[in-house]
């Protein structure tokens, strides 16, 4: 671990403020989780950011500045979730109207009729790519219901590329910037300071929602604290907080699952997703949930104790372990 990278309560400022108005502290011997970033750069990690109740309590960035971006992979996906909540406190969105009510092309098909955007969101439409493939926006929108709508769980690309689609039709009925990802930007992340972040786009030009983003841990934090504070900032409500309290609950096919965040429930069986954190023992609430990519690219949430932790990483697999970090984490909280 770089120490001097290393920023502590002394000086940082507030996630509530936007980047550029952070300000970096002298470096200590032994700073506040010290062994939480050790572990965490030891693994291929760049970044590391602790914050409580929107105020940074530390910080490692042994990978470059602390406003650089790294692609967080399917961590991408808990912007679906801010990407929905935004439209629905914009008015364009409703967790309960049909799918084939904006992707005309379902609405002569009994078995795709019925789905509402919240059973697409939270991964219970039955909707989800066959193995083998293209998993392109064209074939999402052929997909026909593999299940029983709310009697499985899929966490695979067809919901984001469909909710992104989703969006952009909406916005194009509203007179808005009808590309997803620059009217989120615009509309939620500038004012929260998650800027500037980058998006791999498709063949077709659409940013990719499930696996496109990046940002800076920074960034990345700043989104957590907004879901955290259930949309509002600075006593201005950016996204809904009802579907954003929504995303962070599990359903009956999968109690692990929100959207786009995983949720520390107790469960015997694995989720689709490789970590320890439902395994092995570690002393986080039960609230907690967590944005996940490969490499060990996190965010966790924790608003009972008002706590949100980013930490990324160059590395797109590695050995890693939830249970042991949000141990360290813990340790000096």
Known sequence: MNRRAFLTAAAASSVLSASAAQR?????????????????????????????????LGEDYPG??????????????????????????????????????????????????????????????????????????????????RAVLGQSFSADEAMPLLMTEIARRKLMGSNAETDPARWLTTRTLLPIGCVPIGWTRASDGAARFDDGAQVSARGWAQTGELIRRHGVWRARQLADGAALQEAMRGTFAEPR??????????????????????????????????????GGQRLYIAPSVGLVVARQSRAADGPWSDAQFLSLIWRDL
């Open 24 to 56: 970096p502290a002298r470096a200590q011997a032994m700073p506040r989780f010290y062994e939480a970033a050790r572990y965490s750069s030891e693994r291929s990690g760049v970044s590391f950011l602790v914050a409580r109740h929107g105020v940074v």
């Open 64 to 145: 470059g500045a602390p406003d650089q971006r790294w692609h967080i992979g399917t961590g991408t996906r808990v912007f679906v979730a801010l990407l929905a909540a935004s439209l629905i406190e914009a008015r364009l969105l409703n967790l309960d109207e049909p799918v084939a009510a904006t992707l005309v092309e379902w609405s002569q098909d009994p078995a795709r009729l019925s789905i509402p955007i919240r059973s697409l969101l939270n991964g219970t439409s039955g909707i989800a790519f066959p193995r083998g493939g293209e998993r392109t926006l064209a074939v999402a929108l052929t997909l026909t219901p």
């Open 257 to 294: 699952a929100g959207v786009g965040l995983w949720l520390s429930h107790p469960e015997r069986r694995d989720p689709p997703i490789e970590s320890d954190l439902w395994r092995a023992a570690h002393p986080a609430p039960p609230d907690l949930v967590m944005a996940a990519g490969a």
